[in-house]
């Protein structure tokens, strides 16, 4: 019994994390307000090459808070045959 309950939590906590896991997409950049460290947020605002979107990241702490690094990543769509 209690190697169920472990199991369990043990993926309820995996789908959690999971979930918390995707980037969020905003379309300017001005409009993300709290980026927390090590969180991703793509950005849909025209700046990078046809088949990519900018992802902007929360990437180290400083005094006045998080420091935000932009890079240029792959677009991912839905998949086709």
Known sequence: ???RRTTCLTFLITLALAATAHAATVGREQDIVDLKLGQRIQVDDGTCPAG???EVRG??????GVVRTATCVQRYGPKTK
């Open 1 to 3: 019994m209690p190697l």
């Open 52 to 54: 990519q979107v900018k």
């Open 59 to 64: 990437a180290r702490m400083s005094d006045k």
